[in-house]
């Protein structure tokens, strides 16, 4: 009830291309639901999150796309650069529950 | 760098030992998390406060406790080490109170328990 599903793995996408990456949850109390992003070394970063009552939200070449009645939720990257390779972990929350986080997406993004 | 940090960077220890990971939260933030990383079991929150108080407790086992002090600082603390808990501990912190606020990411402590 509190996993949260992602998928790909893994990732490979050519310079310029985009980047799609899928999530799920069954647990419908969620009602926050951010992406972070993490380089090598380094400690998770926000990227950008979405509330349910929104189907979509747009930040710069970031994108969530959000279906509330399929429990899915999705971040494109569009003209993925190799600046953008890295490791994507979606993520849910509720008040009481904290945050729920994926196991991850390796993104590779070729030059 | 998101303000928030962790030390030690990295951490060798044996089994049956005890280790204890410090963090220093972002300036104004009053909540503290703690998360372990591994290969296997991914992100997993372990326990939050705020204001010096437990607020959330997540997969954490009853080996490991952490604290927030006045000075909001926070450490966590693992005893009787087993080569699993070889992973990395990141600290969140975030301005606080309820609801789903911005958490910025320390740099992590890489723990090796041989």
């Known amino acids: 009830q509190q996993q949260v599903k992602q998928s790909p793995q893994s990732l490979i996408v050519q310079k310029g291309g985009i980047s799609i990456i899928n999530c799920a949850y069954e647990n419908t109390a969620f009602d926050y639901f951010p992406w972070y992003q993490q380089f090598p070394g380094k400690g998770p970063a926000l990227l950008i999150a979405?509330?349910?009552?929104?189907s979509e939200k747009k930040e710069g070449r970031f994108t969530i796309s959000f279906n509330k009645s399929a429990k899915q939720f999705s971040l494109h990257i569009m003209d993925s650069q190799p600046g953008d390779s890295a490791t994507y972990f979606c993520a849910a929350y509720y008040y009481g529950q904290n945050f729920v986080f994926g196991p991850g997406t390796r993104l590779s993004v070729l030059p | 760098d998101s303000g928030v940090t962790q030390t030690p960077k990295h951490l060798i220890t044996a089994t049956g030992q005890r280790v204890t990971l410090r963090c220093s939260p972002r300036s104004g933030d009053l909540s503290v998390y703690w998360y372990q990383q591994s290969l296997d079991q991914g992100l997993q929150f372990l326990i939050q406060?705020?204001?010096?108080?437990?607020?959330a407790k997540g997969n954490i086992l009853e080996r490991f406790s952490a604290q927030q002090f006045p000075d909001l600082h926070s450490e966590l603390n693992l005893s009787s080490l087993e080569l699993g808990d070889s992973a990395l501990y990141f600290c969140?912190?975030?301005?606080?109170?309820?609801?789903?606020?911005?958490?910025?990411f320390g740099p992590g402590t890489r723990l090796t328990v041989l």
């Open positions: 406060y705020y204001n010096g108080e437990e607020r």
């Open positions: 979405i509330r349910p009552d929104v």
């Open positions: 969140a912190s975030s301005a606080g109170g309820a609801g789903p606020d911005t958490q910025y």
